[in-house]
């Protein structure tokens, strides 16, 4: 266990609908990070959030959102989903970058 | 722009030898972390070993170590005494102060052969 817990570890769903991927990230750290990974490829970093604050935008879509709570814990949203949309989700978390993050597992997203 | 490169898409190598994974990187910072991360079959990210640059010694981890080079700004990952366990996807990454989050290689699949 790494400390960092993402929920659902799996979701299948429809083109079109909205999920909401949720992290809570190891105790201590205040920086979340969620990547996009797609089949046999690298991480796409997506947003990051400090302290309930958003630090830094990569790649993310219109469609996509994020947030991070009081208690730290973070929410991605995804709406209008597309199958390009299928991927692993990861959030990271870290007490400061310079040690490298701590991966949740992850949420494997199917959109059919 | 700071990139991370690693040239080898695939590598594989017979259990038991050894073999050396390599990357590259772009950055005009003097102070910077370097990272490898494995990412066997169940796809979780796992922190294989940390490099900070004003450090000489190369870091170590049982069979894994680095050979980090900063004039040529080079951090390759070598493992010893190759198991089937360390089949996986390894990613190289580094952070500078000026970035708020890691920048990562595109990854070198190592396969593991019995």
């Known amino acids: 266990d790494s400390g960092v817990t993402q929920t659902p570890k799996h979701l299948i769903t429809a083109t079109g609908q909205r999920v909401t991927l949720r992290c809570s990230p190891r105790?201590?750290?205040?920086?979340v990070y969620w990547y996009q990974q797609s089949l046999d490829q690298g991480l796409q970093f997506l947003i990051h959030?400090?302290?309930?604050?958003?630090?830094a935008k990569g790649n993310i879509l219109e469609r996509f959102s994020a947030q991070q709570f009081p208690d730290l814990h973070s929410e991605l949203n995804l709406s209008s989903l597309e199958l390009g949309d299928s991927a692993l989700y990861f959030c990271?978390?870290?007490?400061?970058?310079?040690?490298?993050?701590?991966f949740g597992s992850g949420t494997r997203l199917t959109v059919v | 722009a700071q990139t991370v490169t690693q040239s080898q898409p695939e590598m594989s190598v017979q259990e038991a030898e050894t073999v050396t994974l390599s990357c590259t990187y772009d950055?005009?910072?003097?102070?910077?972390?370097l990272f490898w991360y494995k990412q066997p079959p169940s796809r979780q990210m796992i922190l294989v070993i940390r490099q900070e640059a004003y450090k000489q010694q190369n870091a170590t981890e049982n069979r894994f170590s680095v050979n980090f080079q900063k004039a040529a700004k080079s951090f390759s990952l070598k493992i010893s005494d190759s198991q089937l366990g360390d089949a996986a996807m390894y990613f190289c990454?580094?952070?500078?102060?000026?970035?708020?989050?890691?920048?990562w290689g595109a990854g070198t699949k190592l396969i593991i052969k019995p």
């Open positions: 990271a978390s870290s007490q400061h970058p310079s040690y490298g993050y701590t």
């Open positions: 959030y400090y302290n309930g604050e958003e630090r």
């Open positions: 105790s201590g750290d205040l920086s």
């Open positions: 990454a580094y952070w500078v102060d000026s970035n708020y989050q890691l920048i």
């Open positions: 950055t005009s910072e003097s102070d910077y972390y």
